[in-house]
Every structure is written in C-alpha cells, then in structure tokens.
C-alpha cells in the first residue's frame, strides 16, 4: 500500500506533460512491479539561466501564494481539499506547512481562528502516543498518511508548499511541545533554556531532532513540488545582534514590546547558523540514499539584512515582513529571495498587494502571504479577518494572482530588476524590470492625479498598456507605437498603484 501511495504521488504530476502517455505507461510498469519510478527533470529547482527563479516540471516558475496559517496538516479539522481548490481556483502556487516540532495553543498571539492551535482532539502529530507522552522513536501512521494525502492534493492544485520542520519556540509554548523533555517518553533529563533547543548544545535532543528530519526526508522524497525550510523565525528565541533600523522612534517607545520588534533587524545568533549547518548536511546525506533532491530555505530576517550565511546547501533566502532592499542587498548572490510571512501592518487589501508588488519588481522569485480568511471553520477562505494581525480576502487573492500572471508571462530567463532606462518619474514611487523584449513599471502614485514619465529605451515599435493592480482592468492601450530612445509619456489619471509594460513587437 504504500509503494501505492507513492507511485500515485508520482504519477500527480503527469497531468499536462508533453509526454504524459510515456511516462503513463513507465508509471503503469512501475506500479505492477512494486517499483516507483522517478520522474527526472520535474522536481522543483532553480531555474539554471536566472536563479533568482524556480524551474519546476522543467519550465520557469514564480511562486506567488497566499496561505492559511501552516497548520493544516496538523490540524484535523481543516479540510485542506477545500482550501486546495480555493488555491487553485485563484491561480495561486504556495502554502507553508509546520510538520509537527512546533504547534500553538488557542489564543497564542491573540489569533481568532487559529489553523496551527487546533482544538482538543484535533491536534495530529508524526509520533505515537504513550498515554498523554509520545515515543520520539514510534511514527504515527494516522500522521503520515494525512501527509500524503496533503501532498497528493497539492500537486493536483499545482500548489508548492514550503515544509518547515522546526520553529522557534517564542518562551512560554517550549514547555508543551513533545521535544520538551515532560511532554515524551525518551528520557531527555538534560534541563536547557528553551533557547539551546535549535542549537548543538542540546543534549540528547540533536539525535531526535535527526531521526525527525531524515524520516521526513525519506516520506517526502517522492514529490517535486516542495523545498525544505529549516525554521521559522530562527532570530525569535536566539540571536546575537539588534539593529534600531527606525531612528525616529522615541526611546521610551522602543520599550513596548509590541513597538520594539517591529523597529529592529532582529539576526539569528551563530550557534543557531550552526545547527542550521547540521541540520541542512542532514537533509543532503539522507537525500544521496534515495532518488530526487530538494531545495533548501533559512530564514534570514525580518525586513532586510545582508545575507551572512554562508552555506552551498541553500537556495533560497527567506525573509518576513519584508522591503524590496531584502532583494537589493543580496541580488548578487544570484539566490532566490523570498518573502514568506506578512502580516501586522492592517487588514486593508491594498497593503499586501503593494507589498508584493514591491518585492516581486524588486526582484524576489517567491512571495507567500499569510492569509488570516483561512480557517477550519471556513478552509474556502471566507472567514472574518477583523480581529486578526493580518490581512487576507478573495478579492487580495485576485489581485495577487493578477501579478503571478502579469510577471509569469515574461521571460523569466532574462527577466531582472533595471533602473537604467528611468530617467525621471514625476508623482510617483517606482519598481522597474526589464526581459530580453519589455520594459516593465510599476508604480505607486502620491496623488490620483496624471504623473508623468520620462524613459530612455531601444528604439522600436512597442505595445504600450497601462494595467491597474487593484482591479485588473486595462486602462490605456496602445497596440503599435514607433518610439525613439527619448521617451515621455503621461500616466492615467485617477488610479491607485499601476503596471506599465512597453512590449518590443
């Protein structure tokens, strides 16, 4: 049943392959056998000519998501069939899942609604139970065959998900999670600060911590539409450095807990690099065993910093809440930059949608937002979000899905972030790309008034549209246009934030 359940996991992502009936009938063979046989070129990878993009079933890929709170694996009362096909009717391609090192209690961080604090009862983990301990070396089946489910069901949405598998612990939640030493049966007496938990000086948690990764690389190693992210938020529980970025602040207002993070680049400690270190070689030693190979995410920081890790294993920088300098400061590590969790900066729509708007021109290749719409009791994301420290709505969802389609459609081979050709932008706050054949803008206007607009570009015949983000609609287009090298063009009026493309024809 299980080389079953594998080779289904296999055979999910033949659907609109150019050579689906080859592979079908290698599939078909693989399945009679008992052999499942690896799909080579499909997993999800760099993109060779431009990495600061994906390639995935050998095509380039921006990834572009706005997901539920990572917890719909360990939660059972989500229906994540339902939040999938919400996923997919929106045009979206990523979600975050926690595996089961970290969860949250109802009410943690005053979140109505919580997906990752499921109630009494729901709560499902990768080990078995002892009574109210769990067995760190005991793999519960329930657990696993929930997770192939998700990740069937994902790739049939065409979703990629980002597997983290180990959180900070954020103080007061360290003591109910089962690597706790009260909370499992494997005699972990060693008494730590819930700080060293995510470090080398962890006692006998380090070998558990193993066994817990490498089990998660063997069950997952069969999909390609995932990558690895070692933690979430490394910086909350260890770090060696605070930076005031905000110099405006008063003193006595940096005090408040509430004001301080938000005001600080907050950079995980180095014993916390190291641990990262081991548990990256985990992942790469278990995957020389087996047939594919992942991506491997750290997540850097909030807001922006320049990337210090140095380590080959990893492809992908993850930031939170993060500015387009994010993108600017490490562009040249030729890295894909992420922006993977947004959130306390309001409800509204139009807050997100910039944002992302603003890292993807930047040039990040992944944006993923933390959509509070989403919750067990509505997994379609139509929940009420007013109390939430986030935003997230069907109609943000449109808007994102209108970017992923605006950028997608260039060459993302050539596609790069370009200043050059702007000589002037009056009345406006401006991201600017250029491919091997468009010039691409986007703007965020002071005022609803005409801006004007001052280029320098390679002469030729262009296709000239101006496309506003909230709605989609086009709102001036010009089908052939001769252009000289000397371009001054007005905007429309009237708009919110605007994407203007000039197509070489």
Request: aromatic fraction near 14%; charge should be neutral.
């Amino acid at each position: 049943m299980k080389k079953f359940k594998t080779c289904i996991a296999e055979g999910a992502f033949l659907k609109g392959h150019p050579l689906r009936s080859f592979w079908f009938v290698l599939w078909c063979i693989g399945l009679v056998s008992g052999i499942c046989l690896p799909l080579k070129g499909q997993s999800l990878k760099t993109l060779p000519d431009n990495p600061h993009y994906f390639q995935y079933q050998n095509k380039p890929l921006l990834i572009i998501g706005s997901g539920e709170h990572y917890g719909a694996l360990v939660n059972a009362a989500f229906d994540f069939n339902a939040y999938f096909k919400t996923l997919s009717n929106a045009g979206l391609n990523h979600t975050r899942l926690f595996m089961g090192a970290y969860y949250e209690k109802p009410g943690a961080f005053g979140i109505k609604k919580n997906t990752l604090a499921p109630s009494p009862g729901n709560l499902v983990l990768p080990w078995k139970s002892q009574g109210e301990k769990y067995d760190l070396t005991s793999w519960n089946d329930a657990y696993f065959s929930r997770l192939h489910q998700f990740m069937n069901l994902s790739a049939a949405a065409g979703v990629i998900v980002e597997i983290t598998l180990f959180s900070s612990y954020y103080g007061a939640g360290w003591n109910y999670h089962p690597f706790h030493s009260s909370q499992n049966i494997n005699n972990l007496s060693e008494s730590f600060d819930f700080r060293k938990a995510h470090t080398l000086e962890n006692g006998r948690l380090l070998q558990f911590q193993e066994l817990y990764v490498k089990k998660m690389v063997r069950e997952l190693n069969p999909y390609d539409h995932f990558y690895f992210e070692i933690q979430n938020e490394p910086w909350a529980d260890l770090r060696d450095t605070l930076i005031v970025w905000n110099q405006t602040f008063k003193r006595e207002d940096l005090k408040s807990p509430g004001n301080f993070w938000k005001n600080t680049i907050e950079v995980p400690a180095q014993a916390s690099y190291q641990w990262h270190q081991a548990v990256s070689a985990w992942i790469v030693e278990e995957e020389k065993k087996l047939n594919k190979k992942h991506l491997i995410s750290h997540n850097i920081a909030n807001f922006k910093f320049p990337v210090s890790v140095n380590n080959p294993d990893i492809s992908i920088y993850n930031f939170h809440y993060a500015l387009p300098e994010a993108v600017d400061l490490n562009y040249k590590l030729n890295k894909i930059i992420g922006f993977n969790e947004t959130g306390f900066i309001g409800q509204q729509d139009y807050l997100y949608r910039r944002q992302a708007w603003r890292f993807i021109m930047a040039g990040g290749g992944l944006f993923s937002h933390l959509d509070y719409s989403f919750s067990s009791d509505h997994p379609d994301g139509t929940e009420d979000i007013e109390d939430s420290p986030g935003g997230g709505s069907p109609g943000l969802r449109t808007q994102l899905s209108l970017l992923k389609k605006l950028i997608s459609a260039h060459d993302l081979n050539t596609l790069k972030p370009d200043h050059s050709f702007i000589q002037h932008i009056e009345g406006a706050f401006y991201w600017s790309m250029q491919d091997k054949s468009s010039y691409l803008v986007y703007f965020e206007p002071v005022s609803t008034h005409s801006f004007k607009i001052a280029l320098n570009i390679v002469p030729g015949r262009y296709r000239i549209d101006w496309i506003n983000c909230d709605t989609g609609q086009v709102l001036k287009s010009t089908p052939a246009e001769k252009l000289n090298n000397k371009v001054n063009l007005d905007s429309p009026e009237g708009m919110s934030d605007v994407f203007l493309r000039l197509t070489r024809l």
